[in-house]
């Protein structure tokens, strides 16, 4: 079994609409001097394999196909 973490962030450039309204309503609580927030995404992924190249590259195939919108999206495979 091999565990991997894939994070998916906007690129740069892109607007963050939710990201802003993170950081307005931050600041709206009391936490003043954030800069900016940008929001993403995290997937915990499990699996059933040992051959780490093969999952590294299936875990990549997942995030052109599904995970990821790779014309405004990044994304980091990381495996455990």
């Excluded at 991997?4 to 802003?20: E, F, S, Y």
């Excluded at 699996?47 to 405004?72: F, Q, R």
Aim: glycine share 8%; proline share 1%; net charge negative.
């Amino acid at each position: 079994m091999i565990k991997a973490r894939v994070t998916v962030t906007l690129k740069n450039g892109v607007l963050d609409p939710q990201g802003k309204a993170i950081e307005h309503a931050l600041d709206a609580l009391g936490f003043g001097g954030v800069g900016s927030v940008r929001q993403g995404k995290v997937f915990d992924i499990e699996v059933d394999s040992t051959d780490k190249a093969k999952v590294e590259a299936d875990l990549n195939a997942m995030c052109d196909k599904l995970l990821a919108n790779t014309v405004i999206e990044n994304y980091a495979v990381e495996i455990a």
